[in-house]
């Protein structure tokens, strides 16, 4: 916020949403981080169109994972990621990025055990990529690698412009 000026801060901003069909009543990230203790596998899927803050959101929930519990983020921002064809590989990638000292297989292990929780911004992104001619193997390969990880207490946080992918391959 520098270039605002001294006074500057940032804030996140607080905007109406639903959650399952209901109005929510804290704000997303703080919905989110609600329910990261929870021993259960969750998928959670922020949906919004484009310039309606989903990176803002998967920053802030992000920084809450790291400042309010005892959870790691693995945030990835899949836009960045152009070099990769296969979805495991830049998720593999992302993880090498984020904890360079730790194998991946034990990353992949505390995303299960709940431990670290996945952020993929802009899941979307990686669709789209696909779309424009380029080679990208997408959406099946991509929802297989997440559910093999949505095991046991992990959480995986997506966000998107569009859900329907998941519709088309009963995964609601």
């Known amino acids: 916020v520098k270039v605002y000026g001294a006074k500057a801060k940032y804030e996140y901003i607080k905007a109406p949403y639903q959650i399952n069909g209901k109005e929510g009543q804290a704000t997303v990230p703080e919905e989110i981080i609600s329910k990261i203790g929870e ?12 310039g309606f803050g989903k990176t803002c959101t998967a920053q802030e929930i992000s920084q809450l994972l790291v400042s309010q519990t005892e959870k790691l983020p693995l945030y990835a921002e899949l836009s960045r990621n152009r070099q990769a064809r296969i ?13 360079p000292l730790l194998s ?21 992104e990686l669709l789209r990529k ?6 990208f193997d ?35």
């Open 130 to 135: 696909g779309e424009d001619g380029e080679d």
């Open 104 to 124: 991946s297989r034990l990353v992949q292990a505390e995303i299960k055990n709940g431990r670290i929780s996945v952020i993929l911004d802009g899941f979307d």
């Open 39 to 50: 021993e259960k596998p969750i998928l959670f899927l922020i949906e919004a169109a484009a």
């Open 87 to 99: 979805f495991r590989y830049i998720l593999l990638d992302e993880i090498d990025r984020t904890f």
């Open 138 to 172: 997408n959406k099946e390969p991509m929802l297989e690698t997440i559910s093999e990880l949505l095991t046991g207490k992990a959480k995986i946080i997506i966000t998107t412009e569009q859900t329907l992918i998941l519709l088309e391959h009963n995964i609601s």
